[in-house]
Antibody
Framework: QLQLQESGPGLVDPSETLSLSCTVS??????????WGWLRQPPGKGLEWIGS???????YYNPSLKSRVTISVNTSKNQVSLKLSSVTAADTAVYYC?????????????WGHGTLVSVSS | AIQMTQSPSSLSASVGDRVTITCRAS??????LGWYQQRPGKAPKLLIY???NLQNGVPSRFSGSGSGADFTLTISSLQPEDFATYYC?????????FGQGTKVEIK
């Protein structure tokens, strides 16, 4: 059973870069079975998929964020990372890392607890 | 991007009621759809995958149906722990997109 845990600053200044890590246990980041995704949820609002990474090195980003997003992995730490540049207050949200159900690409069934990131000076 | 339109946005129901939530895709998505339950302060939980398959450990009072563009989540007999917000999600085409959510409240 995969376990995921997000970590990173809870407060980011406007125009700066938001950086989060997701530590994975119970499975290898490098496994061909897994995609790794980031999603977010602004306070009181719905869910938004940010992007996904596949072990092959392929990345898929939401076009609404693509110019500002980078998802990468650190295999030695078994971590997936998210960077979101030029943040504004609209990027304030709970950020989740997640992995989809085996056999699907985007039906996420393993989730971290989420981490709230606020963008404010 | 594929738009997912959920209805209703909220509903009030009593314990024991049958509840139905619908999700319509802006184009056909085969059965590449999941349903999620989210309780306040918690991560979403996958209930249904491939439109009609019950995820392991999910009570059988939850069921999903549909294919193509129209989908339904049904709770056959609402229980106190089912009061939550429900989302559909399509993984047919990137970008993956969610419905706007349906909040199920106690009547």
């Amino acid at each position: 059973q995969l376990q995921l845990q997000e970590s990173g600053p809870g407060l980011v200044d406007p125009s700066e870069t938001l950086s989060l890590s997701c530590t994975v246990s119970g499975g290898s980041i490098s496994s061909s079975s897994y995609y790794w995704g980031w999603l977010r949820q602004p306070p009181g609002k719905g869910l938004e998929w940010i992007g996904s990474f596949h072990y092959s090195g392929s990345t898929y980003y939401n076009p609404s964020l693509k110019s500002r997003v980078t998802i990468s992995v650190n295999t030695s730490k078994n971590q997936v990372s998210l960077k979101l540049s030029s943040v504004t207050a609209a990027d304030t949200a709970v950020y989740y890392c997640a992995s989809p159900l085996t056999g699907t690409r985007g039906l996420f069934d393993s989730w971290g607890h989420g981490t709230l990131v606020s963008v404010s000076s | 991007a594929i738009q997912m339109t959920q209805s209703p946005s909220s509903l009030s129901a009593s314990v024991g009621d049958r509840v139905t939530i619908t999700c319509r895709a802006s184009q056909g998505i085969r059965d590449d759809l999941g349903w999620y339950q989210q309780r306040p302060g918690k991560a979403p939980k996958l209930l249904i995958y491939a439109a009609s398959n019950l995820q392991n450990g999910v009570p059988s009072r939850f069921s999903g149906s549909g294919s193509g563009a129209d989908f339904t989540l049904t709770i056959s007999s609402l229980q106190p722990e089912d009061f939550a917000t429900y989302y559909c999600l399509q993984d047919y085409n990137y970008p993956w997109t969610f419905g706007q959510g349906t909040k199920v409240e106690i009547k």
